[in-house]
């Protein structure tokens, strides 16, 4: 991959390699109780091209006074589209033909802020994020049951686990839960 300077080179089709780079973003996440700590990464899978990456609080939120209750997908996406000018709603208009989320944590299909929840800002890019690859599924925390990936599928996006780094994702997420 020919990246720029801010991303590193990960070989194509290295999913392990892009969760890596989630999880390194979902380290730059302020840890709090009351959230999870996460990392997502937005990749051209045509050109192996990083778009964006994103983590949990990174931006400020939707609404005015909101400090940064964002999501990591969420961040993702405000990025692209600031990127190309374009609303959240635009994206299908400048998201390459085969763009795949990496992400440490399932979408989720509940937000307890109001928020808009990830599924919801990732179903209307099907056309593009045809497959979305997790680290671990979202531990019932803060929402009992979260069916982000069977949102998700049914909506035509494949949802793929990348194994083998859920403890270290796991203790990763929860940081700032422990006394």
Do not use: W
């Amino acid at each position: 991959m020919t990246s720029s300077s801010c991303h590193p080179s990960i070989a194509a089709g290295d999913h392990r390699g892009y969760m890596e780079y989630a999880l390194e973003k979902a380290r730059l996440s302020p840890p709090a109780p009351t959230k999870f700590c996460v990392g997502a990464v937005l990749v051209d899978t045509d050109r192996n091209e990083i778009l964006s990456t994103g983590y949990s609080m990174e931006l400020p939120g939707d609404r005015p006074g909101d400090p940064g209750n964002t999501h990591a997908e969420q961040c993702c996406l405000i990025k692209v589209a600031e990127r190309y000018n374009v609303t959240e709603e635009g994206l299908d208009t400048v998201l390459p033909e085969k763009t795949m989320l990496y992400t440490t944590m399932e979408p989720c299909s509940k937000r307890l802020s109001g928020n808009r929840t990830c599924t919801e800002r990732i179903l209307p890019l099907a056309s593009r994020i045809r497959v979305v690859y997790v680290g671990i599924k979202e531990p019932g925390v803060f929402i009992t049951k979260n069916i982000g990936r069977s949102v998700l599928e049914d909506g035509c996006i494949q949802v793929k686990f990348v194994e083998g780094m859920e403890h270290r994702i796991f203790e990763v997420a929860t940081a700032g839960h422990r006394n």
